[in-house]
């Protein structure tokens, strides 16, 4: 099992960016993927996840709601999150990871649930 996160950069205030998780080694279609942050000296935050069969149910923190989206795409096995209006609190290491279960849930609770496998992070920066 592999999960590759990529699409990281620095941005300013306001600004936009695509983050990419790219999965192999299972039937990706089976599990919710999950993206969490961790900025420096914080604790680590899960942002969203998306549920298994094509995606039907997302969760999103509070913090992002409203400017984050994410979906996947089965074909290209890959997740992606949209950042929008992003904001300097934004600034952090983000990485994707895979439920423990097939046809787990994908809500608030899934943020705190031990996942089975994790992908590198992609290093987002904020700042003007």
């Known amino acids: 099992v592999q999960l590759q996160a990529s699409g990281g950069g620095s941005v300013h205030p306001g600004g936009s960016l695509r983050l990419s998780c790219a999965a192999s080694?299972?039937?990706?279609?089976?599990?919710?993927i999950v993206w969490f942050r961790q900025a420096p000296g914080k604790e680590r935050e899960g942002v969203s996840c998306?549920?298994?069969?094509?995606?039907?149910?997302?969760y999103y923190a509070d913090s992002v709601k409203g400017r984050f989206t994410i979906s996947r795409d089965v074909s290209k096995n890959t997740v992606f999150l949209q950042m929008n209006t992003l904001k300097p609190e934004d600034t952090a290491v983000y990485y994707c990871?895979?439920?423990?279960?097939?046809?787990?849930?994908?809500?608030?609770?899934?943020?705190?649930?031990?996942?089975?496998?994790w992908g590198e992070g992609t290093l987002v920066t904020v700042s003007s």
């Open positions: 998306i549920s298994s069969s094509g995606g039907s149910t997302t």
């Open positions: 990871a895979r439920e423990k279960l097939m046809w787990a849930r994908c809500d608030r609770s899934t943020m705190s649930r031990e996942m089975s496998y």
């Open positions: 080694g299972f039937v990706f279609d089976y599990y919710t």
